[in-house]
C-alpha cells in the first residue's frame, strides 16, 4: 500500500469509527488543564527526547455507534495536551526542532448532527493546549517526513529514529507503514513518559486530592447505609452515586464490594452477594476525577460491630501499616516499605495465626503507584522523591474464616517524608463503627427502614 494510502487509512479509520466530538476538559467537573501547565509537561519531555522526534496518537474509537460520551482519553496524550481528540496525533520535536504540531480532524457537519459540536483544527484548540501550529490531521500524511528529519536512508537513517505512543494498537501499525523507506523502526515513548508521571505537578495533586476526598465520602456513605441483608451491588450503587454527585465522571477501577467469603478475593468485583451479621466487608474503591483516580480501602463489620477476633486481626493490620508508613519518605523504595510491612507481620502476630506469624495471610505487595492509572506507570524500584505518589494497602485474608482484611491509603511522598491524602477518613475500629451509626447524608432511601 502507498504511504498516501496508508495516511488516508489512518485518516479514515479515525472520522469514520469515531465521529464523537472533540472536546478539551472545558465543562467537565475538573474543567481544563491550564495551557501553561501542558506547555511545562511538553517542555520536560522536550528535554528527553535528545534531538529525536515524538509522535503520539489519541485512543482508539471504540466502535462504530454515533454515540461515545464516555471517550477516554489516552493517558499520554491527555497529559501533554489536555484534549478528548479521538482521531488526533501530536508531533514533538519534529526534525530535530522544537516544534510543537497538534493534528486534529477537520469538523464534519453530519456526524456533528449526531455527536454536537466538534472542535476542528484552529485557534480555539491552540488556545486551549498552548501549541501554536494546529492542523488538520489529513496534513499529517504529508508533513511526516520533514518530522523525520534525517530519516529516509542514507547513513543517517537510525541515528535518530522517532519515539512513538499509540492510544491504540492499530495507529502504530498505520503509522509504522507510513515511516519513509529506510526509517528505523519506532521506539516506545513509554518509558520517558513514565518517568514523567511518576512525579505529579501541582495541577495533577489537585485533581488527585479531589479524587481521593469524593472516594472517602463514598467509604463514609457506606458504612452508614450498610446493615446485614444489604446487597453488595446497593452498597456499589451507594458508592458511585456519592462519587457521581461529587464530580466524578467514572470509577478508576471496577469498584471491589467483598462481604465475608468474599473479602478474601483480592478484585472481587462481581458484587452479588448479601451482607450477613458477623461478616467483615472489604471496599477498595477509586473515583476517578479529571482523569486521576484515588485508590481507598476500608474494611467493616457488617453489623455495625467488630467481634473481638476480627478487632484483634483489624490491629495487626494497621500495625504492619504504620511500620510501612515509615518507610515513605524521599531515598527509600517499595521494596523497603513491603520489608517493613512484613517484618512487623512475622514479629507481631502473637497467637492470632496459631503457632506461626500471620505474615504468609498478606498475599499482595502492599504499595503501587498511582495517579491517571489505578496502578500507574513507573518502575516500581525507582526511589521514592517527592511528588510521587503511591498506596500502602496490608491485607490480611483467611479463607478457612471467610474473613479478609485490608487498609489502603495514598501517600504522596514529601520533602521531608510523607503526606496519607486519605488521612481524613477513618482508620480506626472504634470510629468506624461510629460513623456506621450514623444517618445518611447523600443517600436517603432504599436502604435502611
Ligand atoms: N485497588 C485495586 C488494586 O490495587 O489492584
Same mark, same amino acid.
Given at each position: 500500500?502507498?504511504? %498516501?494510502?496508508?495516511?488516508?487509512?489512518?485518516?479514515?479509520?479515525?472520522?469514520? &469509527?469515531?465521529?464523537?466530538?472533540?472536546? !478539551?476538559?472545558? *465543562?467537565?467537573? !475538573?474543567?481544563?488543564?491550564?495551557?501553561?501547565?501542558?506547555?511545562?509537561?511538553? @517542555?520536560?519531555?522536550?528535554?528527553?527526547?535528545?534531538? !529525536?522526534?515524538?509522535?503520539?496518537?489519541? +485512543?482508539?474509537?471504540?466502535?462504530?455507534?454515533? @454515540?461515545?460520551?464516555?471517550?477516554?482519553?489516552?493517558?499520554?496524550?491527555?497529559?501533554?495536551?489536555?484534549?478528548?481528540?479521538?482521531?488526533?496525533?501530536?508531533? &514533538?520535536?519534529?526534525?530535530?526542532?522544537?516544534?510543537?504540531?497538534?493534528?486534529?480532524?477537520?469538523?464534519?457537519?453530519?456526524?456533528? %448532527?449526531? =455527536? $454536537?459540536?466538534?472542535?476542528?483544527?484552529?485557534?480555539?484548540?491552540?488556545?486551549?493546549?498552548?501549541?501554536?501550529?494546529?492542523? #488538520?490531521?489529513?496534513?499529517?500524511?504529508?508533513?511526516?517526513?520533514?518530522?523525520?528529519?534525517?530519516?529516509?536512508?542514507?547513513?543517517?537513517?537510525?541515528?535518530? #529514529?522517532?519515539?512513538?505512543?499509540?492510544?491504540?494498537?492499530?495507529?502504530?501499525? !498505520?503509522?509504522?507503514?507510513?515511516?519513509?523507506? $529506510?526509517?528505523?523502526?519506532?521506539?516506545?515513548?513509554?518509558?520517558?513518559?513514565?518517568?514523567? %508521571?511518576?512525579?505529579?505537578?501541582?495541577?495533577?495533586?489537585?485533581?488527585?486530592?479531589?479524587?481521593?476526598?469524593?472516594?472517602?465520602?463514598?467509604?463514609?456513605?457506606?458504612?452508614?447505609?450498610?446493615?446485614?441483608?444489604?446487597?453488595?451491588?446497593?452498597?456499589?450503587? +451507594?458508592?458511585?452515586? /456519592?462519587?457521581?454527585?461529587? *464530580? +466524578?465522571?467514572?470509577?478508576?477501577?471496577?469498584?471491589?464490594? *467483598?462481604? $465475608?467469603?468474599?473479602?478474601?478475593?483480592?478484585?472481587?468485583?462481581?458484587?452479588?452477594? #448479601?451482607?450477613?451479621?458477623?461478616?467483615?466487608?472489604?471496599?477498595?474503591?477509586?473515583?476517578?476525577?479529571?482523569?486521576? =483516580?484515588?485508590?481507598?480501602?476500608? =474494611?467493616?463489620?457488617?453489623?455495625?460491630?467488630?467481634?473481638?477476633?476480627?478487632?484483634?486481626?483489624?490491629?495487626?493490620?494497621?500495625?504492619?501499616?504504620?511500620?510501612?508508613?515509615?518507610?515513605?519518605?524521599?531515598?527509600? =523504595?517499595?521494596?523497603?516499605?513491603?520489608?517493613?510491612?512484613?517484618?512487623?507481620?512475622?514479629? %507481631?502476630?502473637?497467637?492470632?495465626?496459631?503457632?506461626?506469624?500471620?505474615?504468609?495471610?498478606?498475599?499482595?505487595?502492599?504499595?503501587?503507584?498511582?495517579?491517571?492509572? /489505578?496502578?500507574?506507570? *513507573?518502575?516500581?524500584?525507582?526511589?521514592?522523591?517527592? $511528588?510521587?505518589?503511591?498506596?500502602?494497602?496490608?491485607?490480611?485474608? &483467611?479463607?478457612?474464616?471467610?474473613?479478609?482484611?485490608?487498609?489502603?491509603?495514598?501517600?504522596?511522598?514529601?520533602?521531608?517524608?510523607?503526606?496519607?491524602?486519605?488521612?481524613?477518613?477513618?482508620?480506626?475500629?472504634?470510629?468506624?463503627?461510629?460513623?456506621?451509626?450514623?444517618?445518611?447524608?447523600?443517600?436517603?432511601?432504599?436502604?435502611?427502614?
Amino acid at each position: 500500500m502507498s504511504i %498516501r494510502k496508508i495516511g488516508s487509512a489512518v485518516f479514515t479509520l479515525c472520522l469514520v &469509527l469515531s465521529p464523537g466530538s472533540i472536546l !478539551a476538559q472545558e *465543562g467537565s467537573p !475538573a474543567g481544563s488543564v491550564p495551557p501553561e501547565v501542558l506547555k511545562a509537561r511538553r @517542555q520536560r519531555l522536550l528535554a528527553e527526547l535528545n534531538g !529525536a522526534p515524538a509522535i503520539l496518537s489519541s +485512543a482508539g474509537p471504540r466502535g462504530d455507534y454515533a @454515540q461515545d460520551s464516555d471517550y477516554r482519553e489516552d493517558n499520554a496524550f491527555f497529559y501533554l495536551t489536555g484534549l478528548e481528540a479521538p482521531g488526533g496525533w501530536l508531533v &514533538l520535536n519534529g526534525g530535530g526542532g522544537e516544534a510543537e504540531v497538534l493534528y486534529l480532524p477537520p469538523r464534519a457537519p453530519a456526524a456533528e %448532527r449526531w =455527536t $454536537g459540536p466538534q472542535m476542528g483544527p484552529g485557534p480555539e484548540a491552540g488556545a486551549l493546549t498552548g501549541i501554536t501550529e494546529v492542523r #488538520s490531521a489529513e496534513a499529517l500524511e504529508e508533513d511526516l517526513p520533514l518530522w523525520l528529519g534525517g530519516q529516509g536512508g542514507g547513513e543517517e537513517a537510525g541515528s535518530n #529514529s522517532p519515539y512513538g505512543s499509540f492510544g491504540d494498537p492499530r495507529f502504530r501499525e !498505520a503509522l509504522a507503514s507510513l515511516l519513509p523507506e $529506510g526509517a528505523s523502526a519506532i521506539r516506545p515513548l513509554a518509558p520517558l513518559m513514565a518517568r514523567l %508521571r511518576l512525579v505529579k505537578d501541582a495541577e495533577e495533586l489537585e485533581r488527585l486530592r479531589a479524587a481521593v476526598e469524593i472516594t472517602c465520602e463514598a467509604h463514609r456513605e457506606l458504612w452508614r447505609v450498610a446493615d446485614p441483608g444489604t446487597a453488595e451491588y446497593e452498597l456499589e450503587a +451507594a458508592l458511585e452515586y /456519592v462519587f457521581k454527585i461529587h *464530580g +466524578a465522571e467514572r470509577v478508576g477501577f471496577p469498584s471491589i464490594v *467483598g462481604s $465475608g467469603p468474599n473479602s478474601v478475593i483480592l478484585h472481587y468485583d462481581k458484587n452479588r452477594r #448479601s451482607l450477613e451479621a458477623g461478616d467483615l466487608v472489604v471496599v477498595d474503591i477509586g473515583a476517578e476525577y479529571g482523569y486521576y =483516580t484515588a485508590d481507598v480501602t476500608r =474494611t467493616f463489620p457488617a453489623n455495625g460491630q467488630f467481634s473481638p477476633r476480627q478487632k484483634a486481626l483489624y490491629e495487626l493490620v494497621l500495625g504492619a501499616w504504620a511500620a510501612g508508613l515509615e518507610m515513605i519518605r524521599p531515598g527509600s =523504595t517499595m521494596a523497603d516499605v513491603n520489608r517493613s510491612v512484613r517484618d512487623f507481620l512475622e514479629t %507481631r502476630s502473637g497467637d492470632l495465626c496459631g503457632g506461626t506469624s500471620c505474615a504468609p495471610f498478606l498475599i499482595h505487595g502492599v504499595s503501587h503507584w498511582l495517579g491517571m492509572d /489505578v496502578h500507574d506507570v *513507573g518502575e516500581n524500584r525507582t526511589p521514592f522523591v517527592a $511528588g510521587m505518589v503511591l498506596t500502602l494497602e496490608p491485607g490480611l485474608y &483467611l479463607p478457612e474464616e471467610a474473613l479478609g482484611i485490608r487498609v489502603e491509603d495514598d501517600i504522596l511522598v514529601t520533602e521531608t517524608g510523607h503526606e496519607v491524602l486519605s488521612d481524613a477518613l477513618p482508620r480506626s475500629t472504634e470510629e468506624i463503627e461510629a460513623v456506621m451509626k450514623e444517618a445518611p447524608i447523600w443517600v436517603n432511601s432504599g436502604f435502611k427502614d
